[in-house]
């Protein structure tokens, strides 16, 4: 069932539910309210008489008695009390009689008496004066008006509920139509999704959680489309690698197969094959290490490492290069830096910075670490021709390179080194002068890489286990 009339069904069946039980309670308590009412009005009639019998001249008295029975259309009963004897009553005397053998029994407690054919009658009764003598005077209404007077509220009310109901009913359609509306559109987006037509993902006009839901989606799209498109080209990337040291080889192999290349062009063939081969094995690791390093594969070992060790490793390394190259070198950091990162890794991250830094420098390259709060920065500012802006954005990405650039993994590895040790790296063009800076931050505090220490203590211990019984 849909959502819409789920909600619809839902909403009438509470709706029903609260009118009818206030309904049910409304018409009970309306018969003892007016019951209550007719008694005060009794009591009312019941004063006029006690004035009446008070009256001095016995014949005025007799006088104006008579005058009120008639003029009153309401049951009167005077009886004996003691002597069990009707004296006067407007009621038919079966009625009469029975009240007055049941009224010291049970009646004399009730407001509310029974005549001798099951009809009721509302009551008020009366000691006459001297309370000595027994006279009791009942003066009654039938119940059946009030129970008119009842069933007419009852009609009322039963067409008040009905036109009530309707209108709630149409208000709680428009209100649940309001509220599901926002999530049909929504399906209809995520429709669009599923079926990869990204562009044409509109936003939908919601409110509260559902507008939260629709950002989240649409971010999701966001990301799902940037995914994909990294993916493609990410493919076409790497095709295109490994195509062109392919074309090469196979060209030179040929070559060399058909007799074309001879003696010395044969024997720079066969360097191009083998420093082809060496290019492709080097890109293809390069391609599995960032598979591992993306997934959860033991490839990545921490260690409590003094990072400033590392960065000063990094630095002798790539000395020769700097020199190679007439670039100069120059690290300014101080202190020590601990913390639990994979230190081969981070070396390696850290070279394939240096090393881009150097590349692309002019006159110098300088690598500068400080501490900031519970944080090491790391940063490499080179003096070259900077980043091209058209690169910024994807620099990080697999296979993205310059016009100068090799294979385009490096700075992918430095990311997924990075990311994987808990830090962040970011690339920008120095602002004010030539060059380009990169910086790599990482945490002191290290808790989720814990369980890969605590794991890799158990896999060592587990090792030396096995080693000790082979
Ligand atoms: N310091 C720098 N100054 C200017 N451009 C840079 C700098 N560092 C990197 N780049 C640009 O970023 C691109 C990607 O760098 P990355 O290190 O990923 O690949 P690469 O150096 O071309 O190849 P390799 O995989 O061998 O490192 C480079 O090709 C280059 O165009
Ligand atoms: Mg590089």
New binding site residues.
Partial sequence: MRLLYQLNAAFTAIIIIIMSLTAFFVYSLLMDLLVQDELRQLEGRAEVLRNIANEQNPSERVAQLSQFIQDSNFPIVLFDRYGEEVLFSTLPAETAQKWVENYDGDLIEEEVWEGHQGESYVVYDLGFAPSRSGMILVIATPLDDLQVVQAIFAQRMTGVFFIGLMLAIIMGYFLTRKLVTPLTRLKQEVKKIEKRQFSQVQPVKSSGEIKEVEQSVRQMAHELERYITSQKQFFQNASHELKTPLMSIQGYAEGIRDGVFEKDAADKGLTVIVSETERLKKIVNEMILLAKLDSDEDVYHPQATNVIDVITQAKDRLVPLAKERDIELRLESDGAFHTFVDRERILQALI?MIG??IR?ANHEVILLSYVEGDSLRILVT?D????PEE?LPQ?FERF???K?????????ISRAIVQRSGGTIQAYNNKGQNG?TFEMKLSKRMSSLRSDIIEEGNDSRKKERDDNGS
Avoid: S
């Fill in positions: 394939n881009n830094g692309h080179d070259g021709d900077g980043i690169l620099l993205i390179k310059g100068q650039g090799e294979t385009g993994l490096g700075l992918a380009a």
